[in-house]
């Protein structure tokens, strides 16, 4: 009979990748450490396959088209971030699951070419980190509602579980996303640790129906939505107590590494939590999905996140590019903004000016991020450029 014989969840964040200024590198040196931790913890269990469950930043599906879930199969998993490029074979048991789940209710997408975003090369590169196990991604809309509930996503992690022991595969699963933290909105600076420890508490005592009785609007009010694939993890492993690896406190994101299967602890580390949360219930605050009205703003963010001439466009004749995309004017002087690298800009606890004017608060987060990198790579050639025409 096939098993699960180990579950983890771990942080994604970008700035893993990137070690920028504005961070605390111990903080992102302790998750890359917890992270490598989990990932020898899963190879000595010496797992088949990983199922690797992972949200989207508005990198590998847009508003083109927006699945609830989806699994990529085919032969490899493409992945990419940070000029970085991931390859790994995908397990035949893919296929599988594929049909199986959507002849057991659940209306999966797939895909056998998408290239994954950061939610995934973070696994692929410091828990996965080389070894030979095939995956099995399954993403997991977390960021343009409609999104699927937390019961909703238990119960297809309970359908996995079900089907995998009707193998003989030993099964790892990591789910990627979480903790608190708000991309491009003007609370950004302002994560909600109070909550995550509270979500901690419970996940270490096993009391995940704490945690799936949240509707999504309280996941979008704390910062949360990216934890949905955790709660995948949760139908899968039932109430199984975690073990919590690390929980670093960014500026702007809660960082945590948890793992299930093993608990090698098995005695909870936080005080005993509150039985609920008091939530606003304000309705979705952060991350709605854009109006139809918008849709050429984020359209250009989208593309400039994916074509270096186009950004390079921006800085170059910013009203052609306006003009290619037939931006109102408001929008054609908001674009200006993404030419300002000063951090201040998103720690000023006020909506960003392109969020303003219709931006996907995520989305605008994204390409401003590709936009300023692309920005300090023209410097760095006219500096270079410069040097070389004072030598001669």
Not at 371 to 388: F, T
């Amino acid at each position: 009979m096939g098993q699960i014989v180990f579950a983890a969840a771990t942080v994604h964040a970008p700035q893993l990748f990137t070690y920028p200024p504005s961070e605390d590198p111990k903080q992102l040196d302790a998750d890359i450490a917890a992270m490598r931790e989990i990932g020898k913890m899963m190879e000595d269990t010496k797992p088949d396959l990983v199922i690797v469950i992972g949200s989207d930043h508005l990198e590998t599906f847009f508003l083109s088209a927006v699945p609830t879930f989806a699994i990529v199969g085919g032969t490899h998993s493409k992945a990419a971030f940070a000029r970085k490029t991931y390859s790994l074979p995908i397990h035949p048991f893919a296929e599988e699951l594929l049909d199986k789940l959507v002849m057991n209710g659940f209306d999966m997408t797939y895909s056998q070419d998408a290239e994954l975003g950061h939610a995934f090369a973070a696994v692929y590169e410091w828990v996965i980190e080389g070894r030979p196990i095939p995956v099995v991604p399954i993403f997991v809309n977390t960021y343009l509602p409609p999104l699927p509930t937390a019961r909703r996503c238990a119960q297809l992690g309970a359908m996995i579980k079900e089907l995998v022991e009707k193998t003989s595969l030993k099964v790892a699963v990591v789910a990627s996303g979480g903790m608190s933290h708000y991309p491009g909105a003007w609370k950004y600076p302002q994560p909600d640790f109070d909550f995550d420890w509270w979500a901690i508490a419970h996940m270490e005592r096993g009391n995940h129906e704490a945690l799936l009785a949240l509707n999504n609007q309280q996941l979008d009010e704390v910062g949360n939505t990216e934890m949905l694939p955790w709660m995948m993890l949760f139908g899968a492993i039932g109430n199984r107590p975690g073990e919590l690896i690390t929980y670093q406190p960014t500026w702007h994101h809660g960082h945590a590494v948890m793992s299930f299967i093993p608990n090698r602890k098995n005695v909870p580390t936080t005080p005993e939590p509150a039985p609920s949360w008091k939530f606003e219930d304000k309705g979705f605050e952060f991350y709605r999905h854009p109006d139809p009205a918008d849709y050429a703003l984020n359209k250009v963010l989208y593309d400039l996140r994916f074509s270096s001439e186009l950004r390079r466009k921006l800085f170059t004749d910013i009203k052609g590019l306006a003009e290619q995309y037939h931006l109102n004017e408001k929008q054609a002087a908001v674009l200006e903004t993404m030419k300002d690298e000063s951090i201040d800009a998103v720690r000023s606890l006020k909506p960003h000016p392109l969020v303003d004017a219709g931006a996907h608060p995520l989305g605008m987060w994204m390409s401003l991020i590709t936009v300023q990198a692309e920005q300090r790579r023209m410097k760095a050639e006219q500096a270079a450029l410069n040097a070389g025409a004072e030598t001669k």
